[in-house]
């Protein structure tokens, strides 16, 4: 059951824990929005992305150049990764060192995919978030988090924009500045191609409820996402037994 502000929630354990899965492409502004839930609703936030960039991140600093990479280096590079709590959320640090700049580089970001896409990292990833998840009421982002990571989550949201609309909030987020229309072209061209290179993996669940961002402020897709947590709450206490 989802409730806020309640303490006791913070520290349930898995079994009884609640989830909120928030799946959709690139730049949806699923991180973010996964982010200011979390807050809202007094859970921990868990980025799974994150995960694979820091995998991706781990195999190159491996011998191999990433067209030569397997599943076996990959996952002997991740071996030293753990999720590490950092205040609401988990952040991937490896040999105790967390390197969030390298992650969303864009030598990570060319090759995430690729390893992304190996059945192997997928399961090294999947553990590592559940076991992250065990003892929290959590908000997860990513891509199968709704009908792969956890199925049964409480609350599953697919967000989803406009191409053109992602990669203006992302050039805007990136330059600190207004994108021009070319620069706009050029980025929604890239995001049009990784879309089509995570196809696979971005799968919306059956029962998820499909949240068109195109025209919302960060601000409105948060308050939409929290009403929809409230709303499973009230229906669970009305069909509970008294
Ligand atoms: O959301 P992101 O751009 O940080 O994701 C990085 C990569 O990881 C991207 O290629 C999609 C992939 N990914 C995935 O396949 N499954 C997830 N649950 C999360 C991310």
Do not use: C
Request: hydrophobic letters at 40%; glycine letters at 4%; charged letters at 25%.
């Amino acid at each position: 059951m989802i409730s806020s502000n309640d303490p006791v929630s913070r520290t349930r354990k898995h079994a009884s824990s609640n989830v909120i899965a928030i799946d959709g492409p690139a730049a949806s502004g699923k991180s973010s929005t996964a982010h200011w839930v979390a807050e809202r609703l007094g859970y921990r936030h868990i980025d799974s992305g994150a995960v694979y960039r820091a995998a991706t991140a781990a195999a190159m600093h491996s011998k191999q150049v990433p067209d030569l990479w397997t599943e076996e280096i990959v996952l002997a590079s991740a071996a030293s990764i753990v999720l590490r709590e950092r205040g609401d959320s988990f952040e991937p640090v490896l040999q105790g060192v967390a390197f969030e700049e390298l992650i969303r580089g864009l030598d990570v970001t060319h090759n995430v995919s690729r390893v992304a896409r190996m059945p192997g990292v997928r399961m090294w990833v999947n553990d590592t978030v559940r076991a992250a998840a065990e003892d929290y009421d959590v908000v997860v982002d990513g891509r199968d988090i709704g009908t792969v990571v956890f199925p049964n989550a409480d609350l599953k949201i697919f967000l989803v924009a406009d191409s053109w609309e992602r990669a203006r909030r992302r050039l805007t987020q990136r330059l600190s500045r207004r994108p021009s229309d070319a620069e706009i072209a050029a980025e929604t061209e890239l995001l049009v191609q990784r879309d089509a290179r995570d196809a696979m993996q971005t799968v919306q669940a059956s029962d998820a409820v499909l949240v068109d961002t195109t025209y919302l402020t960060q601000e409105e897709q948060v308050e939409r996402i929290v009403a929809l947590a409230h709303a499973v709450t009230q229906r669970a206490s009305d069909t509970s037994p008294r």
